[in-house]
Nanobody, 114 residues
Framework: QVQLVESGGGLVQAGGSLRLSCAASESIFSFNGMRWYRQAPGKQRELVAT???????DYADFVKGRFTISRDVAKNTVYLQMSSLKPEDTAVYSC????????WGQGTQVTVSS
């Protein structure tokens, strides 16, 4: 069973930065790609960023220019560098690996204070 473990969440002031990590229990090349999602209280889950096996990256409009998705293949880890954080970025951020099956981490809370 594939396991994804997120870390790096926390409380930060508006304008600050955080880096989230998602460590996979097997090679991230096993998947078609990896994604970061987020879900704020009372809202639907939304896709934040994608990185494919080939290295293609894509971002939701609301994070373009502020967030960067990257990976360290040797560590089986995907990162989400978040900068210029806003209170509306407050959410639980979850890592997803997709391929033949979908796998999810448990999520990590990000809280941005104004």
């Amino acid at each position: 069973q594939v396991q994804l473990v997120e870390s790096g969440g926390g409380l930060v002031q508006a304008g600050g930065s955080l880096r989230l990590s998602c460590a996979a229990s097997e090679s991230i090349f096993s998947f078609n790609g990896m994604r970061w999602y987020r879900q704020a209280p009372g809202k639907q889950r939304e896709l934040v960023a994608t990185i494919t096996r080939g290295g293609f990256t894509d971002y939701a409009d609301f994070v373009k220019g502020r967030f960067t998705i990257s990976r360290d293949v040797a560590k089986n880890t995907v990162y989400l560098q978040m900068s210029s954080l806003k209170p509306e970025d407050t959410a639980v951020y979850s890592c997803n690996a997709w391929g033949i099956k979908n796998y999810w981490g448990q999520g990590t809370q990000v809280t941005v204070s104004s």
